[in-house]
């Protein structure tokens, strides 16, 4: 009677072993797929923002062609962060990007952005644009944002081109091509 239940468990075994190792075989392979599908849907990482490097102050003036500057559409104007971007380059601004803001609260005027808004960077921008509002976001490659608003009031015609900075150096985005 022994020896038959012996026989009878090893039958079982034999019978269930096929189908416990596949049934094991689909978890291990639906556990991998949804790690990967995770993996694959994941969104991208946000890109590294390369920090300042130290530019020397000659003449102890921060000059425009130094500063990297960043326009964006925040209103509904066509073209008008292209049209801005055309004048500070033309006033020797590096404009690094012009394109359409994807925030969720668009400023209504003119917004000025920088890593503090009493930054020479940041005072030599906004003194190019009639009623800037400023801001600080702490970012560290010190280079500036500006988001035009619905409520745009204009450029300042005669703007300063430089502005006085009493250090020898200052701590700046390393100057790249423009993206559009």
């Not at 009878?8 to 094991?24: D, H």
């Not at 995770?38 to 390369?50: H, I, M, S, Y």
Request: glycine share 8%.
């Amino acid at each position: 009677m022994e020896t038959e239940r012996a026989d009878t468990a090893i039958r079982v075994l034999r019978v269930l072993k096929t189908p416990l190792t596949l049934l094991a075989l689909l978890v291990l392979l639906f556990v991998f797929f949804r790690v990967g599908y995770n993996w694959l849907t994941a969104p991208a990482p946000p890109p590294t923002v390369a920090p300042c490097i130290q530019m020397p102050i000659t003449d102890g003036e921060l000059r425009s062609e130094q500063v990297s500057v960043q326009v964006l559409n925040a209103g509904g104007e066509r073209g008008l962060a292209a049209d801005v971007s055309r004048a500070l380059e033309s006033d020797e601004f590096n404009v690094t990007i012009t394109g359409n803001y994807e925030g969720d609260q668009p400023p209504a005027g003119t917004l000025i952005i920088g890593a503090d808004p009493n930054n020479p960077e940041v005072q030599l921008v906004a003194q190019h644009f009639r009623e800037p509002e400023l801001q600080g976001d702490g970012r560290i490659d010190r280079s500036v944002e500006v988001l035009l608003g619905a409520e745009y009031a204009g450029m300042v015609d005669d703007a300063s081109w430089e502005i006085a900075y009493d250090q020898p150096e200052i701590c700046l985005p390393e100057i790249v091509e423009a993206t559009e």
